[in-house]
C-alpha cells in the first residue's frame, strides 16, 4: 500500500482557541527590539522582508503604533541603493526584487512613498525584465516566478505597470503552468502553492485572469487541506500556516474561498499560536517567526476573524492601506 | 523557519545555550564585519573565499556572500592556468555539496552551482546527474533539485526517453511522487507528439498512460497525484467559445445581451462586433470585463422596422438573428443546447470514456467510499451524457460531500453546476417551441451556488426559494437577470442582501421570506430599484426590531411591505 497522509494532530489544548493578540503584538515587539538574538543575527541577510513582516502584522492587529516608526524608515533607506534604484535587504549586502517589493510595501503602510525617487525604483524593476517576459532577481540572472510577482505588485503599488511589458509578463506565467493547473517557479517546474499565489497574484494585477483554469486550479488547491485542517503547499507535504496564506488568497482571487473548510482551518491555525511567547509556528509545536505570525494572522482575517483588520489578498497589507491607493486589479467573482 | 520544535530544558540547559547563542552572534558579527570590509575595499583573493566558505557553511542563505564570491572567482579564473581553474571550481563544489547536504532547499545555493558550472573549464555534466540522481533519493520532492536536474539533463543533452524511464522508476517506488507525474506530464507530449489528436499526444502512449494510472491507482487509490494525471490525461474540460443566447429589446430602452459559455474579454485584438441592419460593424472593446454576459443599452434600433443583428467574436463565433416591425424583443437561441452545458473532456474519445468508466465502477466494487474514484466516476459520467445520467451523478455528488466534508463547498457547488444545467437545457428548449415562457422554477434543489445565469437573462420571474444559498458569491450571478420582475429567495440563507440585487433595475416583486437577515441597513441596496412594488421579508432576525417597519417604509416609501 501506499503512503499514510502526512499531517499532524491538533494539540488538545482550550487556552489556544482563544486568539492571543496582547501576547502576538509583544512578540514581534521584542522581536524587532532584540536585535541581539542569535536568529535575528542570521536572518540579516532578509531584514528588510522581516520588517515588513513585522510591520504589516502589527497594523493587522491595530498595534502599529507600537513600532519605531523613525528608525525602522531611516533604516530601509539606509537600504536604498542609489546606483542600481534597488534596496538591499540589509546594509552591504545586495539589493534585490524581493527585498525591493517589502520596502515599497514598507513605505507604502507608512505612507511615505513620498521620501523616495520612484523612477529609480521602476528603473530597477523594469531592466529586470527579459525579453521572454520572466523576471530575474538581480543581475546574476535567477528567474522565478516570485521575482515576477515582486516586480508587478511593486510598480503597481507604485502606479507605474506601464514600465513593463505586460504582455509578454502574462506570456511566461503563462508558460508556467502545469497538468495539475498550479504553477511553478519556472517552466517545468512542479506546481507549488507559494508559486501559483504569485502566478494568480501576478495575473490579477494585470487583469489576466483569464489565463487561469479555475475550476481545475480552484480543486488542486483546496484539495491541500488535510484532516487537520492545515493547508499544505504540494500534494503529501505536511501543513504549514503560510500556506493558510498563499491557498487561501489563491482561492480567493478566483473566488473559491468556501471550496475548504474555513472553521478547521482558523482551529489549526490557532493551535499554531504560542501562549508563552506569542507569535505563530509553521505547525503546533515548533518555534515561532514573525513569517508565520504574518501570515497565520493574515489567513485569519481572509476566514473573516474580526478582531484581525481587513487584509488585501493581493499585497498582504491591510485593505484600507490599498483603498488609500485606488489600486486597479482583476478578482474572479464566477 | 520550518519544522524547529520547540524543546523544553532546565535553566542550566537554557543558560549553557544562551552563551552558546552569544559567542556565536559574537563570531558571525565579527566574520561578516571583515568580509564587508574586504568588499568594501575592493578585495578578490583566495583569502576572502576562506572568509565567506566558513561564514556560508554556518549559514547558507546568505546570497550576498555568494555574489562576493563569484565575484572573486570570476576575477581571479582568468588568471589561473586551466588546472588551477579547474581545481577552484571543484572545491568549490565541494563547498556547495556540504551546504546542500545541510540546507538543500536554499535558492542561492543551486543558483551557485549553475554558475559554477557555467564558468568550470570542465563541467562533469554526468557528475552533477549522478548528485541529483541521489538528492532526489534523499527527498524526492525537493523541487529546486528537480528543477536543476532538468537544467543538467538539457546541458548534458540527455534525451527525454532516458528521464521518462526516470519518470517511471521513481513513480514505481513510490506512486504519490508527484513531481515524477509531474515530470512525466511534461515529457510525454514531448516524447510522443500528434498532430492527429486533439491533445497533441499519441492515442498509444496515452492508452500506455491509462494503465500506469490504473496501477496506481489499484495499489493504493487514495493517492491524489496518479487522479490528477488520470484528469489532466482525460482533458482540462474547456472548450472554444461559443454563444448561448442573445436577446434585443426595443423597450425600455434599446438593450441587447449576448450570453457566452465561459467568461469572454472584448480585446481589441479579438472584439466582440455588432452589426445592426445597414450600419456599420462596431467593435465594442471592453478590455476591462471578464464575464460570460456581456450587454450593451449603448445601440440604438430603427423604431417600428425590422432590424437584422449580427454577433461576431473571434473566428467562428457568430450568430445572425432579426427583431421583427412591431416586436419588442427577440431571444436567439443556439441549436447546440447540449454542447452549452456539457462537461467536456478535451482529450478522451468516447470510447476511452466508456472504458474509464468501466474502470472506475470496478474500483468502487472494492473501494466504494474512495472520494478520488466517485469524483472521476461522475465527472465521466458528467462527460458522457449529463442528463441522462442525472440521477446516478446526484447521488454521487451526494456520497462525496458525506465521504470528504473538508471539501462540501466544493461539490457542492458542482452539485448545483450540474442541477441548473439539466433544468435550464430543458427550459431552454421548452422555450424555443413556446417563446411567451419567461419563468424559470429552480426551487428545492439545495443549491449552493448559482450558475449559467447568463443564459437565463430572458428569465422574467424565477424560483430559488427552498436552496443553500448563503452569501454574496453564492448569488453573484443575480447580476446577468437583466429582465428579471420577480424574484424568490425564500428560504435560504441570507444573512445579508447581496449588492447585485441592487443591479436588478426591473425587478417588481421580491421575496426574502424566512432567511437570517439581521441588519436594517441592508435594505439600503434596494432604493436603486425603481420598480420594486412588494417587498415580503417575514421570518427574518430584522423583522423583531421595533423600527423594522417604519425604518423599511422610509427608506422605500413606495413598495407593499410583507413582514
Ligand atoms: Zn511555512
Known sequence: ?334 | MHGRLKVRSTAEQEEARRREKEKKVLWYREKNESIFAKRAAGEKDRDTLKLTEEVLLENSDVGTLWSYRREILTELLPTCSQEDSETMCKTELNILERCLRVNPKAYCVWLHRRWVLEHSPAPQWAHEKQLCDLFLNHDERNFHCWDYRRYVIRKAGIPPSDEFKYSFDKIATNFSNHSAWHYRSKLLPLLHPSHSSSNGIDENAMKKEYELAQNAFYTDPSDQSAWFYHKWLLGRGTRGTMIGCVLVRRDPAPFIAVSFNQNVKSTEEEPIIVTLGDALPKPVTDSGRFESLWWSCDLVFPKDEEVTVRIEKGDGVLVEMSLDKGSNSSLWLTPDLDLLFSTYLTAATSEVLDSELVMCRELLQLEPDNKWCLLTTLQLLEAIDYDKHHKEIIDLYDKLVKCDPLRRGYYNDLRSRHLIAVKLRRRLEERRESPDINSFDLSQLNLSRLYFTQHMVFIEDLLLNGNKLNSTHSLEGLKNLKSLQSLSLADNQLITLPKTLGGLTNLKSLSLENNDIKELEDFDTLRSLPELKELNIRGNPVCQLSDCEPFVKKMLPNIKLIH
Open chain 1, 1 to 334: 500500500m501506499g503512503t499514510p497522509v502526512k499531517d499532524v494532530e491538533l494539540p488538545d489544548r482550550p487556552e489556544l482557541q482563544e486568539l492571543l493578540l496582547e501576547k502576538h503584538a509583544s512578540y514581534i515587539e521584542t522581536f524587532e527590539k532584540n536585535k541581539d538574538d542569535l536568529d535575528y543575527c542570521m536572518t540579516e541577510f532578509l531584514r528588510v522582508s522581516g520588517i515588513y513582516w513585522c510591520l504589516t502584522a502589527m497594523d493587522l492587529i491595530g498595534q502599529l503604533d507600537r513600532m519605531n516608526k523613525t528608525e525602522i524608515l531611516d533604516y530601509v533607506m539606509s537600504c536604498f541603493d542609489k546606483d542600481t534604484g534597488g534596496f538591499r535587504p540589509a546594509v552591504n549586502h545586495d539589493p534585490h526584487l524581493l527585498y525591493t517589493l517589502s520596502a515599497v510595501q514598507i513605505l507604502i503602510l507608512y505612507d511615505s512613498v513620498s521620501l523616495i525617487d520612484k523612477d529609480r525604483i521602476v528603473s530597477f524593476v523594469s531592466k529586470l525584465q527579459q525579453p521572454d517576459g520572466s523576471f530575474v532577481g538581480d543581475r546574476w540572472g535567477e528567474v522565478d516566478t516570485r521575482f515576477s510577482f515582486c516586480a508587478l505588485a511593486t510598480l503597481s503599488l507604485l502606479g507605474r505597470l506601464d514600465a513593463v511589458d505586460i504582455e509578454k509578463s502574462v506570456q511566461f506565467i503563462s508558460s508556467c503552468m502545469n497538468f495539475d493547473g498550479g504553477f511553478g517557479v519556472i517552466p517545468g517546474s512542479e506546481s507549488h502553492a507559494g508559486q501559483v499565489y504569485c502566478c494568480v497574484g501576478s495575473l490579477a494585477i494585470c487583469k489576466r485572469l483569464d489565463v487561469i483554469n479555475a475550476d481545475q486550479l480552484g480543486w488542486w488547491l483546496c484539495e491541500r487541506q488535510l484532516p487537520s485542517g492545515g493547508l499544505n503547499g504540494r500534494p503529501e507535504k505536511l501543513p504549514d500556516v503560510c500556506y493558510s496564506w498563499w491557498v487561501l488568497a489563491s482561492l480567493s482571487i478566483i473566488g473559491r474561498i468556501h471550496w475548504i473548510d474555513k472553521e478547521r482551518l482558523t482551529q489549526f491555525i490557532m493551535a499554531t499560536q504560542d501562549d508563552e511567547t506569542g507569535g505563530f509556528s509553521d505547525r503546533p509545536g515548533d518555534m515561532v517567526d514573525p513569517f508565520h505570525t504574518l501570515f497565520g494572522l493574515a489567513g485569519l482575517s481572509l476566514l473573516g476573524n474580526r478582531q484581525i483588520k481587513g487584509v488585501n489578498l493581493i499585497f498582504c497589507l491591510p485593505q484600507n492601506v490599498i483603498e488609500r491607493l485606488e489600486l486597479d486589479y482583476e478578482l474572479l467573482k464566477e
